[in-house]
């Protein structure tokens, strides 16, 4: 197909030029395209025929001139740890609400992969050079040099930290109340033997899920076995791995009724462990994940989990974010967070016993 070749050669229309053709000075198209400050006062006619002429002329004004008069990029920054080679679907959740509330806000958003959180602070040094006007941290795992090391003027909002930071309001999910639940209905469901693939110990979110695990057993009247208990990275690849070498030093009569696990990417790596050695799910071992990310819904089976409402998450974490930066003069608050509740989601992946 013959392409149409974009016309070159002539210069991108100026100020001056959309001034001479709506008969005011390039100040004054400074004042109304570029937000500039005015000694004048311009009326709402002349605001019009600005607006017409760079229309006409196709004029489009200059972003770092805006920034520079407003003192803002419009664009926020997105904090991750990258693990592994792919993002897991929890931050592609969380991802996809930042980039809708980033549009609602007419945002720009750049992404900051880090290695780990460990040497977060020099490796977010180029994040406060005035690129972004303000930044979300994505499960942060929070040390006291972090918390020292971040810039105190760059408005900040963090999703499922680990602690909470001066000044960085934290929004989370009810995580030990959705693993309550999931676990009481396994326990509703008949269901006793119950094993819990959990995340790594000394994480808030891992600690949150063991302790509703741990409740909702004690509620049921079924006896807690730490042999049932194993904690591991938040990846399938672990999970896959756990549950290969459990299965393999024990006999089939001493399967659990339910696996639990701490994610969904979890609950796959799990599955695909037990039906590599001819273990059915549902039929002979339940198993169910926690997050509802997309695989869990789209994945056969599909996954029993507890949602968490990521996206609203992100897309708030970005309406919350919005207001820092623009009450300037407010002094650092004291830690805060909020909390969304989560929601049992039963699919195909768990029977009753």
């Known amino acids: 197909m013959p392409s149409s070749p974009r016309k070159s050669g002539k210069r991108p229309p100026t100020l001056a030029d959309v001034g001479r053709i709506a008969g005011v000075s390039a100040m004054a198209v400074s004042s109304v395209l570029n937000g500039s400050k005015s000694s004048v006062r311009i009326s709402e006619d002349t605001k019009r025929r600005i607006k017409e002429a760079a229309a006409k002329l196709k004029y489009r004004p200059n972003v770092a001139a805006r920034a520079l008069v407003n003192r803002r990029m419009n664009a926020i920054g997105a904090v991750i740890v990258m693990e592994g080679e792919e993002l897991n679907h929890y931050f592609l959740e969380v991802f996809n609400g930042i980039v809708k509330g980033a549009n609602l806000h007419n945002q720009n958003v750049t992404v900051f992969t880090l290695k780990t959180w460990k040497d977060a602070i020099q490796q977010?040094?180029?994040?406060f050079d005035g690129r972004i006007d303000g930044m979300i941290l994505i499960a942060p795992v929070v040390t006291e040099e972090f918390a020292k090391g971040l810039d105190p003027h760059m408005?900040?909002?963090?999703?499922?930290?680990n602690a909470l930071i001066d000044g960085v309001l934290n929004l989370e999910s009810d995580e030990e109340e959705g693993a309550y639940q999931m676990v009481k209905a396994l326990v509703d469901k008949g269901h006793r033997r119950i094993m819990h693939f959990s995340?790594?110990?000394?994480?808030?979110?891992?600690?949150r899920r063991i302790k509703g695990y741990l409740r909702a057993l004690e509620e049921g009247g079924i006896d807690f076995e730490e042999d049932l208990l194993k904690s591991m990275e938040f990846?399938?690849?672990?999970a896959k791995r756990v549950a290969t070498e459990w299965l393999a030093n024990h006999s089939k009569e001493q399967l659990p009724d339910a696996i639990f696990c701490a994610n969904d990417h979890m609950a796959f790596g799990c599955i695909e462990a037990l039906s590599n050695v001819g273990?059915?799910?549902?039929?002979?071992?339940s198993v169910c994940g926690f997050d509802d990310t997309?695989?869990?819904?789209?994945?056969?089976?599909?996954l029993t989990t507890v949602r968490q409402p990521l996206n609203e998450m992100g897309a708030e974490a970005v309406s919350i974010l919005m207001k820092r930066i623009a009450d300037e003069s407010s002094e650092k608050e004291k830690p805060?967070?909020?909390v969304f509740p989560t929601e049992l989601i039963e699919r195909n992946s768990t029977s009753a016993r």
């Open 124 to 127: 977010l040094e180029r994040a």
């Open 155 to 161: 408005p900040c909002v963090s999703l499922h930290a």
């Open 199 to 207: 995340g790594p110990r000394g994480l808030i979110g891992a600690e």
């Open 235 to 238: 990846r399938d690849v672990e």
């Open 279 to 285: 273990i059915r799910v549902p039929e002979d071992v």
């Open 294 to 302: 997309l695989v869990a819904r789209v994945a056969m089976p599909t």
């Open 336 to 338: 805060k967070h909020i």
